[in-house]
């Protein structure tokens, strides 16, 4: 049975610093690219960035260059999304997402190319 399981999310003030974990089981983790969503309340969920199998090729929705980073150990199957520079507009549930195949490809903000997903954690970012 597959388990993702997000952690690390909280309340922080604007302009501070949060780095989210995500550990997934039951799955061979380094096959897979990994990646991170978030929805807001009232929106569509979007995707935040997404990781190759092996770490070597990233993505990042557009808005989001420069403030967050994606990683992943695979020695551990814990993927990460650090955060800096926290925006209001950051506010969000955040998901971490096993994608269906070892590489992201360009349809990688899609959610329909990931197989299995965890429950979330809270972002909530105050002005």
């Known amino acids: 049975q597959v388990q993702v399981v997000e952690s690390g999310g909280g309340l922080v003030q604007a302009g501070e610093s949060l780095r989210l974990s995500c550990t997934a089981s039951?799955?061979?983790?380094?096959?897979?690219?990994m990646g991170w969503f978030r929805q807001a309340p009232g929106k569509e969920r979007e995707g935040v960035s997404c990781?190759?199998?092996?770490?070597?090729?990233?993505y990042y929705a557009d808005s989001l260059k420069g403030r967050f980073t994606i990683s992943r150990d695979n020695a551990k199957n814990t993927l990460y999304l650090e955060m800096n520079s926290l925006k209001p507009e950051d506010t969000a549930m955040y998901y971490c997402?096993?994608?269906?195949?070892?590489?992201?490809?360009?349809?990688?903000?899609?959610?329909?190319?990931?197989?299995?997903w965890g429950q979330g954690t809270q972002v909530t970012v105050s002005s």
């Open positions: 039951g799955l061979t983790f380094d096959d897979y690219a």
């Open positions: 990781i190759s199998w092996d770490g070597g090729t990233t």
């Open positions: 997402a096993a994608h269906s195949r070892a590489y992201c490809y360009t349809s990688w903000s899609k959610s329909s190319a990931y197989n299995y």
